[in-house]
């Protein structure tokens, strides 16, 4: 990553990435209300760059075919999963990004180990995999709520109360596995203040057209807010990595949110800095023998060539991207 874009995305997102081995307490080192100083308008037009900037690279990341890249999504109800991903995304080759969302597992799952149906929804070689919560979730929701371990028929001898500590040993580890064989592991937590929720969950009552999203059981877990508020922070110190960080994304404002997202995103993916395959050279000669063949095809007053009429003669051999 060598041009000013890479730099200023770094520079912009440093500020939310949590430094590995730092003890965090959220409502003390992160401030739900952020926004870098920048005005909602400018924001917007930022993102739409980003979401190109995107576009461009995950076309690079397809055609090498060599990494892939796994996003995780964590925040409380109505942090903003659903519209970071729907405008983050919006660019981008649907058929390169896959999304899945993990709710209350079904009894198959709890028949394996605790991430077996998250390792089922990795990305292949050149692919997206969008987490929307993800494996996080065994040291979150199971955490705040003991009687879901209990359902995941662990032995007797492993339900200690290091269980946790061994839990976070152990995602790290898995996560270390997969950067080693090329999948980069992307983690952002969008976090909202309390009052902020409040407000969305009354907008989703008082709108007739967003009645669908709310849920009683959404309530009844707000009543648990300073529990999930010890268990983020726990997760957030114990697993941010140098091989898969966190970044704890300022989520009351949506569009500063989709933002910081697709910024740590374009970061992840400059970084890795895919390029286009060289087809070599005698694939190149048949491509030139096949130009010409097409060329002589043209009919009576068309260009032989319309995109080089259109372009000038293109370059005889790509030249390498930079990030």
Same mark, same amino acid.
């Not at 055609?63 to 405008?87: E, P």
């Not at 995941?152 to 269980?163: E, F």
């Not at 995103?265 to 087809?279: G, R, T």
């Not at 097409?294 to 030249?319: F, N, Q, V």
């Given at each position: 990553?060598?041009?000013?874009?890479?730099?200023?995305?770094?520079?912009?997102?440093?500020?939310?990435?949590?430094?590995?081995?730092?003890?965090?307490?959220?409502?003390?080192?992160?401030?739900?209300?952020?926004?870098?100083?920048?005005?909602?308008?400018?924001?917007?037009?930022?993102?739409?760059?980003?979401?190109?900037?995107?576009?461009?690279?995950?076309?690079?990341?397809?055609?090498?075919?060599?990494?892939?890249?796994?996003?995780?999504?964590?925040?409380?109800?109505?942090?903003?999963?659903?519209?970071?991903?729907?405008?983050?995304?919006?660019?981008?080759?649907?058929?390169?990004?896959?999304?899945?969302?993990?709710?209350?597992?079904?009894?198959?799952?709890?028949?394996?180990?605790?991430?077996?149906?998250?390792?089922?929804?990795?990305?292949?070689?050149?692919?997206?995999?969008?987490?929307?919560?993800?494996?996080?979730?065994?040291?979150?929701?199971?955490?705040?709520?003991?009687?879901?371990?209990?359902?995941?028929?662990?032995?007797?001898?492993?339900?200690?109360?290091?269980?946790?500590?061994?839990?976070?040993?152990?995602?790290?580890?898995?996560?270390?596995?997969?950067?080693?064989?090329?999948?980069?592991?992307?983690?952002?937590?969008?976090?909202?203040?309390? #009052? /902020?929720? =409040?407000?969305?969950? !009354?907008?989703?009552?008082?709108?007739? +057209? &967003?009645?669908?999203?709310?849920? $009683?059981?959404?309530?009844?877990?707000?009543?648990?807010?300073?529990?999930?508020?010890?268990?983020?922070?726990?997760?957030?110190?114990?697993?941010?990595?140098?091989?898969?960080?966190?970044?704890?994304?300022?989520?009351?404002?949506?569009?500063?949110?989709?933002?910081?997202?697709?910024?740590?995103?374009?970061?992840?993916?400059?970084?890795?800095?895919?390029?286009?395959?060289?087809?070599? #050279? /005698?694939? =190149?000669?048949?491509? !030139?023998?096949?130009?010409?063949?097409? +060329? &002589?095809?043209?009919?009576?007053? $068309?260009?032989?060539?319309?995109?080089?009429?259109?372009?000038?003669?293109?370059?005889?051999?790509?030249?390498?991207?930079?990030?």
């Amino acid at each position: 990553m060598s041009d000013d874009r890479a730099e200023r995305i770094a520079d912009f997102i440093e500020p939310l990435r949590v430094r590995p081995g730092s003890k965090v307490r959220l409502e003390r080192d992160f401030d739900p209300r952020y926004k870098a100083g920048m005005k909602k308008r400018a924001g917007t037009e930022l993102l739409r760059t980003g979401v190109s900037l995107l576009a461009e690279y995950q076309e690079r990341l397809a055609a090498q075919d060599t990494y892939g890249v796994v996003l995780c999504l964590q925040a409380l109800d109505a942090g903003g999963k659903d519209g970071t991903i729907r405008h983050v995304m919006s660019g981008v080759n649907p058929q390169g990004v896959r999304v899945s969302s993990f709710k209350v597992p079904s009894s198959e799952e709890l028949d394996h180990d605790y991430l077996w149906r998250y390792a089922r929804r990795l990305p292949e070689r050149g692919e997206i995999a969008i987490f929307n919560r993800s494996h996080y979730e065994e040291v979150l929701v199971v955490r705040v709520h003991p009687e879901v371990l209990l359902r995941q028929r662990l032995p007797q001898d492993v339900l200690g109360p290091d269980i946790w500590d061994r839990r976070y040993r152990e995602i790290n580890r898995w996560e270390h596995y997969l950067t080693d064989n090329g999948f980069r592991v992307v983690k952002i937590f969008l976090n909202l203040s309390k #009052e /902020e929720q =409040r407000t969305r969950f !009354l907008k989703r009552i008082d709108l007739p +057209e &967003k009645n669908w999203k709310f849920s $009683a059981a959404d309530v009844r877990e707000r009543r648990r807010w300073d529990e999930y508020q010890q268990a983020f922070s726990e997760m957030l110190s114990a697993t941010s990595t140098k091989w898969a960080p966190w970044y704890v994304v300022p989520a009351d404002r949506k569009w500063f949110a989709r933002l910081c997202a697709g910024a740590i995103l374009a970061h992840s993916l400059m970084d890795i800095d895919p390029q286009y395959p060289d087809v070599g #050279e /005698e694939a =190149r000669k048949d491509l !030139l023998v096949t130009k010409r063949a097409l +060329e &002589k095809e043209a009919p009576a007053g $068309a260009e032989a060539d319309p995109y080089t009429a259109r372009h000038g003669k293109p370059r005889s051999k790509p030249k390498k991207k930079r990030g």
